[in-house]
């Protein structure tokens, strides 16, 4: 259990600016859905931020090595999961994405294979023995992560499943990847991204392709981006203010709760607001860090750096889908996004990196 030492010794800069970023998000939740159908979508939120501190807590109790030890199993849980889902599940927004928890809560589980990635990664790295990934160990890595990849591709969740790649990638670089490796990658990439398009759904090449000409389908593919874009512009520097968006309480902007929250909040704060919470993100993923560079093994550092990049990879998309720089994936922004899984799985992948900085202490 967790001591009054170690109670000191929890990375309270990393919780501070955890809840910064709920308390931001919750306040964009409520006044994008007021007035709405979704009006109890904030508080809602303020339930799921409560149970993500609990098992931010529960997940600093145990060792992290212990969690490392238990990921394979973990592995065959959630993709037996993820097969059922795809076998006995309901179609929900055109997706077998969730399973039913009843009184309108909802849980994803692709977003729990994240947190577990990461630990089997973890695990991976710390019983190599060598500092270079030879391409036996590359291809294992690498088959790893694409099987999940795969089933959740064909729920379908593009967006969830290209989260899994910056995992994989930092558990490469970190295994001691060599260029000829790097080399192999990038050509096979080069082969394969030009037949995965092949693979895609309508509905997904017409995003690919009005990311790059939103104004040839401005009432359909191009309707998101479009109006996403105006809600950026009409922010200004100081924003309309709370409530006060029109693009958001004309309900022109879809999704301004969930995926879209970037965009509602910058038409509502304006640049100066968008300044500050991508300040707090980069404090955040410079805690995360530090926590890497100070961890007592390889594990600690993987699950750090795992952690941080699957962050990145967030706010970058996110961030930059709403402001038509990158394809609308349906990837929500960490912690600010209204939804249960995407909350708790980032509390969960937080509470770890804490949990790394305590066994500096308790060991």
Request: hydrophobic share 55%.
């Amino acid at each position: 259990m967790l001591t009054l030492r170690s109670l000191r010794d929890l990375d309270w800069t990393l919780l501070i600016l955890t809840l910064a970023l709920c308390g931001i998000g919750t306040l964009q939740i409520y006044s994008a859905t007021q007035s709405t159908d979704q009006s109890d979508r904030w508080w809602k939120q303020v339930l799921y931020i409560c149970a993500g501190l609990l098992v931010f807590y529960l997940v600093s109790q145990i060792d992290y090595h212990t969690l490392v030890g238990q990921s394979p199993l973990m592995y065959i849980i959630f993709g037996f999961v993820l097969v059922l889902l795809l076998v006995l599940s309901k179609v929900v927004l055109g997706a077998k994405r969730w399973v039913s928890l009843g009184a309108g809560f909802k849980l994803q589980p692709s977003e729990f294979m994240k947190l577990i990635l990461i630990l089997l990664v973890a695990r991976f790295i710390s019983e190599l023995k060598s500092d270079s990934l030879d391409l036996r160990n590359l291809f294992k890595l690498s088959a790893l992560i694409l099987v999940p990849f795969a089933l959740v591709g064909l729920q379908p969740d593009l967006g969830t499943a290209l989260c899994y790649l910056p995992i994989l990638g930092v558990g490469v670089l970190l295994a001691g990847m060599t260029r000829q490796q790097a080399f192999a990658i990038l050509i096979i990439l080069m082969l394969v991204l030009p037949i995965g398009w092949f693979v895609l759904k309508d509905y997904q090449k017409a995003r690919i392709t009005s990311f790059l000409d939103p104004a040839s389908d401005p009432q359909g593919s191009g309707y998101q981006v479009i109006q996403s874009k105006i809600a950026v512009g009409s922010g200004g520097m100081w924003g309309l203010g709370v409530t006060r968006g029109m693009q958001i309480q004309l309900r022109f902007l879809p999704f301004a709760h969930t995926d879209f929250i970037f965009a509602a909040f910058a038409e509502e704060h304006g640049f100066v607001g968008v300044v500050t919470v991508l300040g707090l993100y980069f404090l955040l993923l410079m805690q995360i860090l530090q926590n890497a560079q100070t961890a007592p093994d390889r594990a600690g550092t993987a699950i750090c750096m795992g952690v941080g990049a699957l962050m990145l990879f967030h706010v970058l998309e996110n961030a930059g889908m709403v402001a038509g720089l990158m394809p609308v994936a349906g990837i929500p922004l960490p912690l600010m996004s209204y939804g249960g899984s995407s909350i708790l799985s980032f509390f969960l992948m937080l509470g770890l990196v804490n949990n790394v900085r305590l066994r500096r202490f308790l060991q």
